[in-house]
């Protein structure tokens, strides 16, 4: 497969050899390289993706969840186009973030004041500091498996590096180690910070007993709760919160929001968000150059109110329901299929994988699965994840479908 790969590919090959001179390993965004050269991209279009040797991909990733709007939106296209005939990088406020901020305030359970920022890591730094100000404490509570971004990764055992709290790890969806974490904790506990779906971890969805254990905890203890719903919040209109009708103290999200241009937001409790407030003595300073650019408050704008009402959140969590039931009626036990919604996984061997313990080390056919997809024209993380554009019809999933079940019959059965 490795070598069909490399024989198929040339012009992809030589652009990661170009790369590699001024780019640590030809990369500057670590979840898109893989071996023995990631494909470089030419062009996209709706649910297509097109590369440099001039092959056509269905594209399943999009973009880690910030693809919801598919490729080249028209809507998302003209309202950036609008926004660049007034000229960008004003340096003053301007109409855009306030109706944005409107439509999630609107939208969003927890979301009574908003901030933006430039990406999810951003807005999740600032939830965390924003959470040991108010409460003057410096512990968090977070949760293995968990991406919140790359200086915020949970996932390897390893610690991140530079940032101003003590952090203290508790197992996912495992509410007897969590209540000793927290019993051990609680006098210093500033935030919980959980996302309601494992997203990076592997789409494994918190128990909703597990989320409600912790809403619990953190009204006894005084620590404010932080969904970081910056992949999740495409489950609904009001994100996976309104779904499992828990709110927390506050939200952080990101990806698709800003309509698939850089972006990032915190937000939640208007007592806790007033810290913000330049008009208040004493409050916080949070600067940002581009916290208001005007491409991502367009863009985030139209997408939201012209693209992703409620409605259509319900009609993607539907088709992702229904290729995930297929998928794991073709897999036969071979594969699981984890997720909710638009936001799937794929684990080999049989389930039930209901929490990072229950993952086992990838074996040697996730490379093979993932190269045979590419040939058979599907595009999707290495890792095996899916995130359902609204550019992809029931057409494609039931092509996808057939895809995988092509390649498990010609799995070798062991
Ligand atoms: N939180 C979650 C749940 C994420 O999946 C990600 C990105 N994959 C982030 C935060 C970080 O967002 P960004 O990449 O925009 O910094």
């Not at 990733?61 to 003209?78: C, E, M, Q």
């Not at 693209?307 to 229904?322: K, V």
Request: proline share 5%; aromatic share 8%; net charge negative.
């Amino acid at each position: 497969a490795r070598a069909r790969f490399v024989a198929d590919n040339p012009a992809s090959r030589a652009a990661h050899e170009r790369a590699v001179a001024h780019l640590p390993g030809g990369n500057t965004r670590t979840t898109l390289f893989y071996e023995p050269f990631p494909l470089t991209m030419a062009h996209a279009d709706g649910c297509l993706l097109t590369d440099l040797d001039g092959h056509t991909y269905v594209d399943l990733l999009g973009d880690y969840t910030a693809g919801l709007y598919g490729h080249s939106n028209p809507v998302i296209r003209r309202a950036v186009e609008s926004a660049l005939d007034n000229g960008w990088n004003h340096g003053a406020h301007g109409t855009d973030e306030a109706r944005l901020a409107a439509v999630l305030c609107e939208r969003v359970p927890s979301m009574e004041l908003v901030r933006f920022t430039n990406s999810g890591t951003e807005a999740n730094l600032l939830a965390l500091a924003t959470a040991t100000t108010h409460t003057g404490r410096g512990t968090v509570l977070v949760f293995t498996g968990a991406y919140h971004g790359s200086v915020l990764s949970f996932g390897s055992g390893a610690f991140p590096l530079n940032v101003p709290h003590r952090f203290v790890v508790a197992e996912y969806n495992d509410i007897a180690d969590t209540a000793a974490a927290i019993d051990r904790h609680a006098d210093d506990l500033a935030a919980i910070l959980v996302e309601p779906m494992l997203g990076s971890g592997g789409c494994l969805p918190a128990d909703p007993a597990f989320l409600a254990y912790l809403r619990a905890r953190a009204d006894e203890t005084g620590a404010l709760l932080v969904f970081d719903e910056v992949m999740t919040s495409r489950m609904a209109g009001g994100g996976m919160q309104e779904l499992l009708g828990i709110t927390p103290d506050l939200t952080t999200l990101g990806k698709y929001t800003g309509g698939g241009m850089t972006f990032g937001a915190f937000g939640g409790r208007a007592d806790v968000m007033a810290m913000y407030d330049p008009r208040r003595p004493g409050h916080l300073a949070h600067a940002g150059t581009f916290n208001n650019n005007v491409l991502s408050m367009a863009a985030g704008y139209a997408g939201l109110t012209e693209l992703f009402p409620p409605s259509a959140a319900r009609e993607l969590f539907d088709r992702g329901e229904r290729l995930r039931a297929r998928l794991n009626a073709v897999a036969g036990g071979r594969m699981t299929w984890t997720g909710m919604g638009s936001m799937l996984t794929v684990h080999f061997g049989p389930g039930p994988v209901t929490g990072p313990r229950d993952l086992r080390p990838a074996p040697a056919h996730r490379e093979l699965f993932h190269l045979d997809m590419l040939a058979r024209g599907f595009h999707l993380a290495r890792r095996g994840m899916i995130a359902l554009s609204l550019a992809v019809t029931d057409h494609e999933c039931d092509a996808f479908t057939a895809a995988v079940d092509g390649f498990l019959s010609e799995l070798p059965d062991r």
